[in-house]
Nanobody, 123 residues
Framework: QVQLVESGGGLVQAGGSLRLSCAASGRTFSRNAMGWFRQAPGKEREFVSSISGTGSFTWYADSVKGRFTIYRINAKNTVYLQMHSLKPEDTAVYYC????????????????WGQGTQVTVSS
């Protein structure tokens, strides 16, 4: 099981930027595909982005494509979500998740979760 701790959330105006970080425990971080998900009030959790263990492959939800970038630094056991051109509809709790496989897989394949970090975008 991978322990995950997110950070970097906060309040930002529409059009602004934030970078989320997710620090993972363990010595085999490169064997885990990583993902970002979010849950807005009153809504179900939704997939945002994922990245393979090596960082070679990434996947984005259509709603964030072109605005968000996922990347990882395996030497630091950390995955990031750089968010630009933020919109009020991006407001949510953002969760980091790990998959026990280096391939991206599907959103349902992610089993280990962090506690989440709040992102609020004001209009």
């Amino acid at each position: 099981q991978v322990q995950l701790v997110e950070s970097g959330g906060g309040l930002v105006q529409a059009g602004g930027s934030l970078r989320l970080s997710c620090a993972a425990s363990g010595r085999t971080f490169s064997r885990n595909a990583m993902g970002w998900f979010r849950q807005a009030p009153g809504k179900e959790r939704e997939f945002v982005s994922s990245i393979s263990g090596t960082g070679s492959f990434t996947w984005y939800a259509d709603s964030v494509k072109g605005r968000f970038t996922i990347y990882r630094i395996n030497a630091k056991n950390t995955v990031y979500l750089q968010m630009h051109s933020l919109k009020p509809e991006d407001t949510a709790v953002y969760y980091c998740a790990a998959r026990s496989d280096s391939a991206i897989g599907t959103p349902e394949d992610y089993n280990d979760w962090g506690q989440g970090t709040q992102v609020t975008v004001s209009s």
